[in-house]
């Protein structure tokens, strides 16, 4: 055997047993989950991920390939939220609610933490129709906008384990309610009037509150729309007073106890 050949037998051989390390490691993540599920312990733990890279970082700093073995441990773990998140739910998690309750935000942050893609309604039809939310309502009117609502939802239910933020109108219409169903779980987000306009008073991207940005009208549209929101909700979760590390965290523990 040539010398080439012995060194890529030993190469083999280290593979091998990185992969069986992997999948120790992979069962460990789902024995824990599995573990905080039938225990009600706090199931994001963001702070244990900071702790395990500093850790790393200190266990390698003399090593040669240290930028290296980080850069694959940043890979590892984010294969490891896959894990926790396909343990968790088999189904999409759509977020609906008034504009302004933190859809966006909480959407976002959920992405990241579960490693799941993300998918935001509004952006995605502004995407397709290569205009504005506000240019939409102008040439072809609400309806229009609606009927892109559903369908888009329809396309979803191609995938699972996505976090779907939807327009703060999707729920008012039956069908898209029960498009969500078909393969999700619906969160209702909630905030009160003060809380949304101090969110949305810079926007410019509201039509229906177009010359209308007060707490008054605010209220009448919200107490308009709460009985939709919450026939469709499978869980309320509030917003005030909270950050987004504690909204996801009420999300995710309440999803796992319905």
Same mark, same amino acid.
């Given at each position: 055997m040539g010398r080439l050949e012995e060194i890529r037998e030993r190469l083999e051989v280290c593979d091998k047993q990185i992969v069986s390390v992997l999948e120790d490691r992979m069962d460990i993540i789902k024995e824990i989950m599995e573990y905080k599920k039938e225990n009600g312990l706090p199931i994001l733990q963001p702070e244990q991920e900071k702790r395990q890279r500093k850790m790393l970082k200190e266990h390698v700093k003399e090593n040669t390939y240290k930028e290296e073995i980080l850069d694959i441990f940043t890979y590892i773990v984010e294969n490891s939220r #896959? =894990?926790? @998140?396909?343990?968790?739910?088999?189904?999409?998690?759509?977020?609906?609610?008034?504009?302004?309750?933190?859809?966006?935000?909480?959407?976002?942050?959920?992405? #990241? =933490?579960? @490693?799941?893609?993300?998918?935001?309604?509004?952006?995605?039809?502004?995407?397709?129709?290569?205009?504005?939310?506000?240019?939409?309502?102008?040439?072809?009117?609400?309806?229009?906008?609606?009927?892109?609502?559903?369908?888009?939802l329809i396309e979803l239910q191609k995938k699972n384990n996505q976090i779907v933020s939807c327009g703060g109108g999707v729920a008012m219409r039956e069908i898209n309610v029960r498009e969500m169903k078909k393969n999700g779980r619906v969160v209702l987000l909630t905030a009160s009037p003060e809380t949304i306009l101090e969110r949305v008073k810079d926007s410019d991207e509201r039509p229906l509150l177009r010359g209308r940005k007060n707490t008054e009208y605010i209220s009448e549209l919200m107490e308009i729309r709460r009985p939709k929101y919450r026939a469709a909700a499978d869980i309320i979760v509030d917003t005030d007073h909270k950050n987004v590390e504690e909204i996801a965290e009420e999300i995710v523990g309440k999803l796992t106890h319905l």
């Open positions: #896959k =894990i926790q @998140a396909r343990t968790l739910f088999t189904h999409n998690i759509f977020l609906i609610g008034f504009m302004g309750v933190g859809k966006s935000t909480v959407s976002d942050y959920l992405s #990241k =933490i579960l @490693a799941s893609p993300q998918v935001e309604m509004d952006q995605v039809i502004v995407n397709k129709e290569h205009m504005s939310i506000n240019k939409i309502f102008e040439e072809y009117g609400e309806e229009y906008f609606r009927n892109c609502e559903t369908n888009l």
